[in-house]
């Protein structure tokens, strides 16, 4: 529904953004006199629904969270009050709680060549589900009654890894580059929820493939960036220790070659002990954040046969033509804006 010109009978504008593995946030502007600022109060779950019936896209939820925020605003030159609502989609959730035990402990901060979904859930659970409990070594309990993890399949990228006294959140999204597969918080009730594995939906290949490009009209000011220079392929890798008695582990990227391709960096892993695998996983993780690719950038176009949350959706991976070069992308962001009863929507992509 487009915002109202009427303060009395609706929104002055309204925007939205979606970020792949990241909290989705949704500013809500109200005219301050307006009664619905009056029932709105902490925590209160938020909901926008979306529809564009001429492109063929009937009512949905695209966005639901909950309200946290607000700040009251004049304009001096309208002689208005503005009040500004914020809400976060409920991966906000996650930022309420810190990894609370300490490092070191196995299969609570310490994962060895654990599968990624298993790890990313085991944080979660033991430290905002059923299992975050002082008796298993916990600072305190922090169990929100309400939220669970989905049942473990195992499934994502084999890692090794340490992490401790960290955001929740910030150290999800520290793993979930190297994963091999997403995550996201689903409401499941009025006042449950749960923490999902997601496995993207891969449109780059097949019948219903999603190709950007010129030629398909949906692809404008493209750019095709090859940037060497901050490639590393050599990762030093240092743990606890000190001088001579320091552990050093020496890591090598998919990218590394001993005579043409040797590029080195230190990684500070001081906090993570001497356990090799795990400075090893560390190392692994760092070369492929600066890892080498391709990298088309462009301004996302909607076209009758290409649109967004109808042929893609967050997440999903697509394909990007240009200058020769094709790439594999994922749909990074999302972001849609009302202004003056007309829509305006954004899309970023990053590269897999």
Not at 81 to 93: D, G, K, R
Request: hydrophobic share 35%.
């Amino acid at each position: 529904m487009p915002p109202s010109v009427d303060a009395d009978n609706g929104f002055l504008s309204l925007d939205w953004r979606k970020k792949r593995n990241d909290v989705h946030t949704c500013t809500l502007v109200l005219d301050y006199n307006s009664p619905d600022v009056a029932l709105l109060s902490d925590k209160d779950q938020i909901e926008v629904i979306r529809s564009d019936f001429d492109r063929g896209i009937t009512e949905y939820t695209s966005f639901d969270g909950l309200y946290r925020d607000s700040i009251v605003t004049y304009d001096s030159s309208d002689k208005r009050m503005q009040f500004v609502a914020y809400a976060y989609s409920y991966e906000h959730m996650l930022t309420w709680r810190d990894i609370g035990y300490p490092s070191g402990k196995a299969n609570y901060t310490k994962f060895t060549t654990a599968k990624a979904e298993t790890i990313l859930k085991t944080l979660v659970d033991t430290n905002i589900c059923g299992n975050a409990l002082a008796s298993n070594g916990r600072v305190e309990d922090a169990i929100y009654t309400g939220f669970s993890i989905e049942a473990d399949s195992a499934r994502g990228n084999t890692l090794s890894i340490e992490i401790s006294h960290q955001n929740l959140l910030d150290a999800l999204k520290k793993i979930v580059d190297a994963a091999g597969g997403d995550f996201k918080v689903t409401r499941t009730g009025l006042t449950t929820f749960r923490f999902d594995w997601v496995i993207p939906t891969d449109l780059s290949t097949g019948a219903a493939a999603v190709v950007f490009s010129l030629e398909n009209a949906n692809m404008g000011n493209p750019k095709l960036k090859q940037m060497r220079s901050q490639e590393r392929t050599v990762a030093f890798v240092g743990g606890s220790g000190e001088d001579s008695t320091r552990i050093v582990r020496s890591v090598h990227g998919t990218n590394y070659n001993a005579s043409t391709n040797r590029i080195e960096m230190f990684v500070d892993a001081r906090n993570s002990g001497t356990d090799t695998t795990i400075l090893d996983g560390i190392g692994a993780v760092k070369l492929k954040e600066t890892l080498y690719r391709n990298v088309i950038e462009y301004d996302v176009l909607q076209t009758q046969t290409c649109r967004v949350e109808k042929d893609y959706f967050l997440g999903n991976k697509t394909k990007a033509v240009f200058a020769g070069i094709t790439a594999t992308q994922y749909v990074d962001e999302i972001i849609f804006a009302y202004r003056d009863k007309k829509e305006t929507v954004s899309v970023a992509m990053k590269d897999v």
